[in-house]
């Protein structure tokens, strides 16, 4: 595929259940970056892979929140034992180079809606 | 504590004029900006970015503007089409630009 791809779209998880979104960069990509969005709000950074090198993971909220990327291609962000809070839009982007302070974007899939009930 | 601003939750404007709109931020560290357009059930897909050493960067019917003095930019679209109609999120990368700071997003109705 040409573009960032995630799944599911959707899911609904009762509180205490553990969750795993799943991330397919586009093909090449070094970087992946995840993000959660809640609603009324815009991204907020969780973690950064460069390949399979987990390099910031500054913005995980707690450590029900794990992030990995095995083979530096797809990606899996984990969350255990769910909590109402963590109902969001979870973004994955990827790029092409290295992180650089200019002259850089990210491309973004469309995002994993995640309801805690 | 928010980094990136943007203050108007939502525009209106009618196909043809002028949409302006808006961001804030507080890091001088910031030295490169850039714009995103989200539709619903949709990634942000990127638009513009501008550098600051630059106050101006235009592509087509989109233009950034910043003001580094008052930490403020602005992106102008002219004219507005009703396919402009999206939510804008304003971001700044930061650290070694692995971390990218996003606004809340504006969002702009195009009316035909």
């Known amino acids: 595929g040409a573009g960032v791809s995630q799944s599911p779209r959707y899911k609904v998880a009762k509180r205490g259940q553990d969750v795993a979104l799943r991330c397919d960069p586009i093909s090449g990509h070094v970087s992946l970056f995840w993000y959660q969005q809640a609603l009324g709000q815009g991204p907020e950074f969780l973690t950064y892979f460069q390949n399979e090198a987990q390099l910031d993971k500054s913005g995980l909220p707690s450590d029900r929140f794990f992030a990995e990327r095995p083979e530096g291609s797809v990606s899996t962000l984990k969350i255990q034992r769910t909590q109402q809070e963590d109902s969001a839009v979870y973004l994955c982007a990827s790029s092409s180079v290295f992180p650089q302070r200019e002259r850089y974007t990210q491309y973004f899939g469309p995002g994993t809606r995640l309801t805690v009930l | 504590d928010q980094q990136v601003k943007q203050n108007s939750p939502s525009l209106s404007v009618q196909e043809g004029r002028i949409s302006i709109l808006n961001c804030d931020y507080t890091n001088s560290m910031f030295d490169y900006f850039l714009w995103y357009k989200k539709y619903p059930a949709e990634g942000p897909t990127f638009l513009i970015s501008?550098?600051?050493?630059?106050d101006k960067n235009e592509d087509g019917r989109f233009t950034v503007f910043l003001n580094k003095s008052a930490k403020h930019l602005s992106l102008h679209i002219v004219p507005s089409q009703p396919g402009d109609s999206a939510v804008y999120f304003c971001?700044?990368?930061?650290?070694?630009?692995?971390?990218?700071?996003f606004g809340t997003g504006t969002s702009l109705t195009v009316i035909p």
């Open positions: 971001a700044a990368p930061f650290n070694t630009g692995n971390q990218f700071y």
């Open positions: 501008i550098s600051s050493i630059k």
